[in-house]
């Protein structure tokens, strides 16, 4: 199994006056079919940054939940931490992914502009993937039409929306849909985990 570092959403306990980090059990299965292990990230700067230069990690994974701060999100701590933890992964030029909130992370480190978007929340989603017709699940309210010099669209709706970006220097994927939340998981979504990640051998202690 490959250790990869995985973010966490803010969730506010109004009741308990808790600001809680948290993470959709589901993660742990479609990681686990992926080979990896996921390295839980707090929303905390310091006590990130001293995590991840301790463990040996395979790659970083940006999850879901919470709009960023620049769209009227309420979660600056995870702002902060995830943007130290991109531009350190970008620094060690360690593989990366992005998934809804990670892409839109990752779009706006490269300067692409967000706007509002609608008919981009549902259960099932026809778009295009590398050429090809596929179905996915959307859950967001920004997005996208265009994208950066350092960015490709492989992925796109059929409004123009973009679904899926590669850097092109450095080894960072990013998509707009949620493979956690599919059942069964995709194959599709298995292998570019693997890709991005390397593959691993199921009960290999190795990073």
Known sequence: MKLIAI????VVDGAHRERRDALDQRWYAFLNKCGLVPLLIPN????AHELISGVPIAGVLFTGGNDLVSMGGDAPERDETEKMLLDWALDQTMPVIGVCRGMQLIQSRFGVALEPVSGHVAETQAITIESEKATVNSFHNYGAYTTSPDL????QASDGVVKGIRH???PITAVMWHPERLAPFAE????????VFGKA???????
């Open 7 to 10: 973010t966490q959403r803010v």
């Open 44 to 47: 905390h700067v310091e006590s």
């Open 152 to 155: 490709a669209i492989f992925a």
């Open 168 to 170: 092109l220097s450095y």
């Open 188 to 195: 599709r979504d298995v292998a570019m985990f693997q890709a």
């Open 201 to 207: 051998q199921a009960g290999s202690a190795k990073t």
